[in-house]
T-cell receptor, first 112, second 110 residues
Framework: SQTIHQWPATLVQPVGSPLSLECTVEGTSNPNLYWYRQAAGRGLQLLFYSVGIGQISSEVPQNLSASRPQDRQFILSSKKLLLSDSGFYLC???????????FGQGTRLTVV | GDSVTQMEGPVTLSEEAFLTINCTYTATGYPSLFWYVQYPGEGLQLLLK?????DKGSNKGFEATYRKETTSFHLEKGSVQVSDSAVYFCALQGAQKLVFGQGTRLTINP
């Protein structure tokens, strides 16, 4: 069966520090991969999506970047965190256009 | 680009009331449409979906019909229960990306 792993679950980082959040998928090949941010009381903002290794599309100009070094690995990074980067980050995958998307458990990032 | 606009919440209803949460979309081509639900303290899970015009998705008493002419996918339930309290997200899957609406928080009072 397919599973998605996202870590860490909680992270507190100082302003100006780097960030690396990792997401891995098991049990499927060539998935579409997504990073979303869910701010408190707000919806899901699509940050990045990827349809294949090394293929990254950015939705919103910001302080973050994403990479897909392997088929089932998706990494969200920042060189220097800002206070406004605080939020709940969700990784998700889907197989094809009409398929269901599956979400990781999320990472709650607090920048202090 | 692709986008989804949802009815703003929060929505508060009494048990057994009729529910409608409006959702409209903008997309190129022929997207698939979804409703996801996030129960308190849990992750997102698929509630229902429709992949082409005039399709009706249904699950747990909820229904939504893919209306191409009005670019809408409104969520309805005839009689809500306290256990339906959650945040509901409308979403569309285009050629590549999955885009969500802002979410609607629903609270059902006994």
């Amino acid at each position: 069966s397919q599973t998605i792993h996202q870590w860490p679950a909680t992270l507190v980082q100082p302003v100006g520090s780097p960030l690396s959040l990792e997401c891995t998928v098991e049990g499927t090949s060539n998935p579409n991969l997504y990073w979303y941010r869910q701010a408190a009381g707000r919806g899901l903002q699509l940050l990045f999506y990827s349809v294949g290794i090394g293929q990254i599309s950015s939705e919103v100009p910001q302080n973050l970047s994403a990479s897909r070094p392997q088929d089932r690995q998706f990494i969200l990074s920042s060189k220097k965190l800002l206070l406004s980067d605080s939020g709940f980050y969700l990784c998700a995958w889907s197989v094809h256009k009409a398929g269901e998307a599956f979400f990781g458990q999320g990472t709650r990032l607090t920048v202090v | 680009g692709d986008s989804v606009t949802q009815m703003e919440g929060p929505v508060t209803l009494s048990e057994e009331a009729f529910l409608t949460i409006n959702c409209t979309y903008t997309a190129t081509g022929y997207p698939s449409l979804f409703w996801y639900v996030q129960y308190p303290g849990e992750g997102l899970q698929l509630l229902l979906k429709a992949t082409k015009a005039d399709d009706k998705g249904s699950n747990k008493g909820f229904e939504a019909t893919y209306r191409k002419e009005t670019t809408s996918f409104h969520l309805e339930k005839g009689s809500v229960q306290v256990s339906d309290s959650a945040v509901y997200f409308c979403a569309l899957q285009g050629a590549q990306k999955l885009v969500f609406g802002q979410g609607t928080r629903l609270t059902i009072n006994p």
